[in-house]
């Protein structure tokens, strides 16, 4: 069993930086983890993916601005988010996928608010 807290959402302006943290309990080092957000009147949409052995993937319009990365130690997660953009503004989640397959996911966090204005 794993669960998720995120956390380091806040209001910020255009341009700005923010660093999301996602903790876990349970074993997640052989897990794919990943960032999802959802607007109001949106689907929810993937972010950025990490495998158990680091590779990483992100969505088009985050490529250059948001880093994934994980403390394995720590048991955490993060999401590194600069030059925010108003259409950044969702809820954001971490999930936890099934073993390092990262096309499902077993495991949701509650979310934390982002919202960036202009």
């Known amino acids: 069993q794993v669960q998720l807290v995120e956390s380091g959402g806040d209001s910020v302006q255009a341009g700005g930086s923010l660093r999301l943290s996602c903790r876990a309990s349970g074993y997640t080092k052989n897990r794919c983890m990943g960032w999802f957000r959802q607007a109001p009147g949106k689907e929810r949409e993937g972010v950025a993916t990490?495998?158990?052995?680091?590779?990483?993937t992100y969505e088009g319009s985050v490529k250059g601005r948001f880093t994934i990365s994980k403390d394995n130690a720590e048991n955490t997660l993060y999401l590194e988010m600069n030059s925010l953009k108003p259409d950044d503004t969702a809820m954001y989640y971490c999930a936890a996928g099934r073993f390092n397959w990262c096309g499902t996911w077993d495991y949701w966090g509650q979310g934390t608010q982002v919202t960036v204005s202009s």
């Open positions: 990490i495998a158990s052995y680091g590779t990483t």
